[in-house]
Structures are given as C-alpha cells and as structure tokens.
C-alpha cells in the first residue's frame, strides 16, 4: 500500500503555479495602472490586461520584484519590454527599486486574458 500522504513522492498539491501578487501593499494598484500604460506594439492591449504581468511583489522596503511573460518567445520587443514596464512602474512615489523578470513557465496563454482584452480582440 502507498502512503499517499507523503509529499516526496511528488508536487505538493496546490502550489501555484504563479506566485501570488502584493495585492495588499498600498502601492500595488497604483502598479497595475502603471502596468496598464505599456503595450505590447503589436497587440492593441495593455500588457496587464492580456495577462503578461504575472506577478507584481513588493517587500516592506518597496523593493519590487515583476514576473512577467510575453505572448512568444520570439516576441520582437523580448529585450525591451522588462524594461518598459520598470520605467513605467519607477516614477510611482516611494518605490525604492524595481526587477523585472521574464519568465516562460507557465507558459502565457489566451486564457489568461482579462474579459476585455479578449473583448476588444474579437475573441467573446
């Protein structure tokens, strides 16, 4: 008989697969909005409404850390986009210092769209 409560035996359950988001830090929506200002140049919608932001981490000295993703990987702009996104998140006021991380796993997909990024794409 297999002692099926024993973790080793393989991945914990219910681990996500995206680590979860400050969303209780005070700066975290003035982020999202940042986020929201960069675009992808050959999709008309937002990065963070087409899921790309997948995780926006900010410790207690405002250090924040983004895991984002593109929609490939041989996205034209891969080089330039981490970038986009920490010049628009820096300027927010009493942000200390920003990474942002490109990340392939899980990998992006349609279904991580917001409603009306899929929307304003003709997919609902």
Request: charged share 20%; hydrophobic share 40%; proline share 11%.
């Amino acid at each position: 008989m297999t002692d099926m409560s024993n973790p080793s035996t393989g991945p914990i359950e219910g681990t996500p697969l995206i680590p979860p988001s400050s969303t209780e830090h005070p700066l975290y929506e003035q982020m999202v909005e940042a986020c929201r200002t960069v675009y992808d140049p050959e999709i008309p919608v937002n990065i963070y409404d087409l899921g790309l932001i997948y995780t926006i981490e900010i410790n207690d000295q405002n250090d924040v850390s983004v895991a984002m993703s593109l929609t490939a990987p041989g996205c034209p702009v891969a080089g330039e986009m981490p970038g986009w996104v920490a010049e628009a998140i820096e300027p927010i006021a009493g942000v200390k210092s920003v990474d942002v991380e490109l990340v392939w796993s899980p990998p992006w997909g349609m279904d991580m769209m917001s409603d009306e990024a899929r929307l304003e794409l003709g997919f609902m």
